[in-house]
C-alpha cells in the first residue's frame, strides 16, 4: 500500500488535496521510475466522467509509451475494485475487459 496526494481546486478556486491509500505494483514502489506516481491528477481523476476527460486522455498518453505496459495491464485488469488510471485503462475501461474476456471464454 502507498500513499498518494492529489491535489486541485475546486471550481471557485478553493484548494483541495485528498490523500488516498493505493495499492501499487511492486515494480513503481523503489523508486516510481515512470512518474506516473507522481502525477495523481491526471492518474486518479474524481470521477471518469467528461469532466475529466482532458486529464484522463493525458493520462492514458503517459501510458502509450510506458516500457512496462503489458505488466501494468496484467496487473490491473483482475482487480475490480482498482481505482485510477492504469495501462491507459479507467475502471470502466477494466470492467469491459474482464467482461469481455468472460464472455470470449464462455
Ligand atoms: S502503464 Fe501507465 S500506469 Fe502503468 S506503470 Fe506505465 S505509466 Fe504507470
Redesign the pocket.
Known sequence: MTQAVAAGTLVGGTPLQVRVEVDV?PW?QHPDP?G?LARQDL?FPPDYTQHYRDRIEAAKA??AD?P??DL?LAWAVPQADLEG????TTPPDRRRLRRAAREAAA
Open positions: 505494483p513503481l515512470l506516473c492518474f503517459l501510458c510506458c512496462v505496459r501494468c488510471i492504469w495501462a491507459a
